[in-house]
């Protein structure tokens, strides 16, 4: 009689957890959610962060704080995310740099992103495109190339394994030309170098220099990604540029949150953002600061990520990045 009033008794437990994880995924988010961001206010990073906010607002009926925590290489960011209740109500949008290189060049003492955190979607992808001061004198990526040979070329970057490093690397990579690297406290410092003359050249957030390149203040040689810039189509790809088709160089920005966070609530910030980006005016909105919107599903989004770690360690080991 026991075994069978406990049977019964489990069978009740069973039937009444079904309907848990639906409707916890429905639940989310229960309060106001805060999105980290790892970079300062006008990079790709902030402007998706605030249009997903604003977005996730309309959508749930709960706020959505952005909140700038540059720092790092975006570290600072999302090792504060990494550290919050695994709840799904603090989120992260952060480079695939932090998860792809981070880890070699900060290694991973106080913080291990690919072992603390979730990466649920890749929200977009962008590129960066090549810039140079107009006193370096050169109008095409290979009049660079060949100048490099034989003059001294700097070029600056947000630090240490950001985009727009990787980017000048693997065109230095690809090309064979030679300049010499030098490392900024973020994107803003780094592109007011190019704009003194203090640098000769960078890849550099494509919405952040094309003014200036409109401007005359700056020359664009080149965009990272394999298809042009729809700010500035005229400006070739780097596979064009140097005649080789497969060079793509593009990253992007995953939307993560703490490990161990819920499978249901992890499976509604997934459905929201494959949602999001499906919107028309999103897309649009996105595509007018160059950024491609995607929204992949979380496996997808892990094998990527994987694909990307197996593409950038190599460069990452080569080069033996440290820390500004």
Known sequence: MTSRRTAVAAALVALIALPAAPALAQAWPTKPVKLLVGSPPGGPSDITSRLIGEAL???TGQPVVVENRPGAGNNL???????AEPDGHTLVL???????VNPLVYGTKGFDARAELVSVSVIASFSQMLVCNPSVGVKTAAELVAKSKTDRITYASGGPGVPGHLATEMFLQASGAKMDHVPYRGPAPATQAVLAGETSCG???????IPHVKA??????????????PLAPEVPTLAKALNQPDLDVSFRLVLQVARGTPAPVLAAIERAAGDLMKDPDIRARLQNSDLVAQGTPTAQTQQILQAEIQRWEPLVKRLDLKPN
């Open 77 to 83: 960011a999302a090792s504060a995310a990494a550290k």
């Open 57 to 59: 607002t309309k959508r």
């Open 203 to 209: 890849f550099l957030a494509t919405p952040t220099v």
């Open 216 to 229: 005359g203040k700056l020359v664009a040689l080149a965009v990272s990604a394999g298809t042009p810039s």
């Open 94 to 100: 952060s480079p695939d740099t932090v998860l792809t």
